[in-house]
């Protein structure tokens, strides 16, 4: 089966960088991707990393390394409506599925 | 890109009653199409599964069930609901050769 590990909740202010790491262990492995949800809200796709190295999107960066089963979203220059929960989630090889993480609580702060 | 559509946003139900929560797709032919649940502070859990017209994968076995009688439409339902069945129901579609999914914007229920 595949478990994810990451932080329940991240604090941090306006204008700062946050990283959020996600670790996880599967089966098999074809993916790492981040999906973004507002309180009371849909989940909304961020990036997908199906290579190690750093994947860059405005703002928002994502990290893979295979070898440690290991990611991060990497946020630069926080804005409140980043206040969030953030999702990591890994698909694997046969499976049109994805396995997600708990989430971590992201709360920007003025 | 895809459009997804979900009804009703809100739903309260007594326990014992039936559930049809719907699910259509726009902008996407033979899409993968997923049925999550998430409840309360909680991650998302897959339920349902479906590659094709008909073809349905179960991933936790439960009183719910899962039906695609056309390929961008994808029903979930329940002959009698449980109090534990609270929770936002969430459609996800994906298309051929994509690796992102797009999420519908949610049915939330609560059993009561």
């Known amino acids: ?110 | 890109s895809q459009t997804i559509h979900q009804w009703p946003a809100t739903l309260v139900q007594p326990v014992g009653s039936p559930l049809s929560l719907e699910c259509t797709v726009e902008g996407t032919s033979n899409p993968n199409l997923y049925w999550y649940r998430q409840a309360a502070g909680r991650g998302l859990q897959l339920l349902f599964y479906s590659v094709g017209i008909g073809q349905i994968s179960s991933e936790v076995p439960q009183n719910l069930s899962a039906s695609r009688p056309q390929d961008r439409q994808f029903i979930l339902s329940s002959k009698k609901l449980l109090l534990s069945d609270s929770g936002f129901y969430l459609c996800a579609c994906k298309g051929q050769g994509d690796d992102e999914q797009y999420f519908g914007p949610g049915t939330r229920l609560t059993v009561t």
């Open chain 1, 1 to 110: 089966g595949q478990s994810l590990e990451q932080p329940s909740e991240v604090t941090a202010v306006e204008g700062a960088i946050v990283q959020i790491n996600c670790t996880y262990q599967t089966s098999g492995f074809y993916g790492l991707s981040w999906y973004q949800q507002h309180d009371g809200g849909a989940p909304t796709f961020l990036s997908y990393n199906a290579l190690d190295g750093l994947e860059e999107t405005g703002r928002f960066s994502s990290f893979l390394s295979r070898s440690d089963s290991y990611g991060y979203l990497l946020l630069q220059e926080l804005q409140m409506k980043d206040s969030a929960s953030y999702f990591c989630a890994v698909s694997t090889p046969g499976y049109s599925t994805l396995t997600f993480g708990k989430g971590t609580m992201l709360l920007v702060s003025p």
